[in-house]
């Protein structure tokens, strides 16, 4: 092999997805992997070297006893990626778990024979089939533990007053609310410096997903759920509810069931949202999940189906101003909103705790659990958000209030392509945790106030959303941007002129506004962006004998194309219309182009991250244009 240091680096950056220079890098790494598997034990050596800095982050996080001043700003980026992702994490600290079990000795042992931590093994995973990422070999019961993906900085979003000059929605987010202490202080971090974890097709797409296998759930488990499932409402104002939820691919490959639930509903002006990620430790999270997202849409819509808000000549964020101590909303009218999302939050909580004594005296649930079901068998989180209508200048404009106890998230794109962030997720202590619905300090009125949140203006698309999905657009400020753009071009979305053929004058608009962006960028036709190949081929992990193929489109991809970022083309409706153009995701079978809900079932289904294994659920209010 003959390759420079400089080519070597830019190939394993462009393997892993990360930035790197331009280059022949898919033939370079072609060499290097050619390379890597000539000799047994090259690849494991490769990746120690490669995780060597992440020990010494690690370890000093552990020990900080390490002199490097470096070390300090290091680990702190470290540890917001960690709490970023769950199943890295626990699988990290679960191998490090394991090997002090098997090689702990006491004192006395220890003293007279060396201490069984001094010289660690190399870092393997040891039957670890189960949790193996998209990469690894999960034909060996012992596979090396993988390079660990860059780590990234994001800071909580900024309450925003006023942005409707500059296109992006007017967001009063509790901006006189006195959040707990534990709530993190809402500051802004430049989008420029992010680095988004997205869905990025490679040229090994097809073949990772076939390292995992799919097992039905156990029959005998009390209260299982389907498979997966998907819905569709019509919504006031000419608006569009798109929701569904598929069973992760750790699950899928272990035979356990899907923890995510949701529900929606329209009750008079009002739409309304419920979202719940069952705790992945408690074996029967997925009922509480159920069991709190149906009361929470039960309690908002008798508390909201009579409810307008009042008529006002000018919304901004002076309008949702709040009382400095209590954080109650100064317009009776508003506040109601506010109360009846807390009211819903503690209902929740409620049948949650009556259901678990319910369970407690079910046989089938002790024999499987060994032991009577607790109320903390059934946690998990719950995000809420009403959506409603008001007039202002002589149009249409939307208000939105969010709720949230735990991670996932909730986020606004407005008309003109403005991001909003309607939530922060909760994080525990340790990388991986998160707060629940059951911890009741969570329900106390200070806790419930810092985590309200207020949206006005031209709303294009709300999304709300269990981690499974946040995680893989991290940082979500401007990851939303990529997720919105991610739907629209794989078809989930109904965008004016994605739908040929179209006819006078609006077809001519339509591809008008089309050339006059496209005129600006690396692909500057229609036919180049067509000939420009940006759907991948990736195979679904299911039940048949031959897994069905989708073809999932990038946001990231079809910016790279253009010579654009990402959440420049995802504000740019002419860009991501044309970017939607030519076949489905997938044969008409799988999933009806016409029907959105059974669109985004399969998208969500079939889109890979690498490190993303967990339950998918994600609910779209959006516009909708008839296609």
Known sequence: MSMDLER???????????????????????????????????????????ARPLMEILQWGLSAESTKESLASSWSDLKRFLQSRRELPNWMIRNAAEYIQDNFQDNSQSESQGSALSEPDPPVV?????????????SNPETTLPAVEATMKQEPPTPVDNQEES??????????AEPEPATPTLTAAPASTEEVVTPTPDSNSQSLSTQWRWLPVPPNSPDNHEESYQTALSAPGGMKLIGARVRGKKHKHEGTNCDDWFEFDVAGKWTIIAVSDGAGSKIFSRIGAKESC???????????????????????GDTFERDKTTGVFKADDLERVQQ?????????????????????????????????????????????????????????????????????????????????????????EFAGQTEFLTSKKKLEKTSLVGRTFAFSGPLEALMVMTDGVADDYFPNDPGMLWLYGDLAINGVLNLSGSQKPLSGSELARTLDDIRAKLAETKLPTIDAVEDAQLAVPFAMITDAEVSPNVSIRSIETYADKL?????????SKPLLI??????????????????????????????????????????VLHREVAS
Not at 167 to 176: D, L, S
């Open 126 to 138: 040891k039957d670890r089939v189960s949790a193996a990422p998209e990469g690894s070999d999960v």
């Open 340 to 428: 009846a999302l807390h009211n819903a939050m503690t209902k929740a909580y409620e049948a949650i705790e009556k259901k678990a004594q319910d369970l407690a005296k079910s046989s089938p649930h002790k024999e499987f659990l060994g032991r009577e079901v607790a109320v903390d068998d059934l946690s998990g989180t719950l995000l809420l958000a009403v959506h409603t209508i008001v007039e202002h200048d002589g149009a249409d404009r939307s208000v939105v209030f969010t709720c949230q106890i735990g991670d996932g998230m909730l986020a606004a794109v407005s008309s003109s392509g403005g991001l909003m962030l309607l939530g922060i997720p909760d994080s525990g």
């Open 578 to 619: 044309v970017g939607s153009y030519g076949e489905p995701m997938c044969d008409p079978a799988i999933a009806d182009p016409q029907n959105k809900e059974e669109v985004l079932r399969v998208w969500l289904d079939s889109y890979q991250v690498r490190g993303s294994f967990d339950d998918r659920t994600l609910v």
């Open 563 to 571: 010579g654009l970022k990402p959440e420049e083309v995802a504000k």
């Open 8 to 50: 070597t680096i830019a190939a394993i950056q462009w393997r892993l997805g990360l930035p790197c220079q331009e280059g022949k890098h898919e033939e370079d790494w072609e060499i290097l992997e050619d390379w890597l598997r000539a000799e047994p034990g090259r690849l494991e050596a490769v990746t120690l070297k490669m």
């Open 167 to 176: 296109g992006a929605p007017t967001v009063p987010v509790g901006a006189n």
């Open 294 to 316: 149906r009361t929470a849409l039960s309690e908002l819509k008798n508390s909201l189906a009579e409810h307008e808000l009042k008529d006002r000549k000018n919304w901004s």
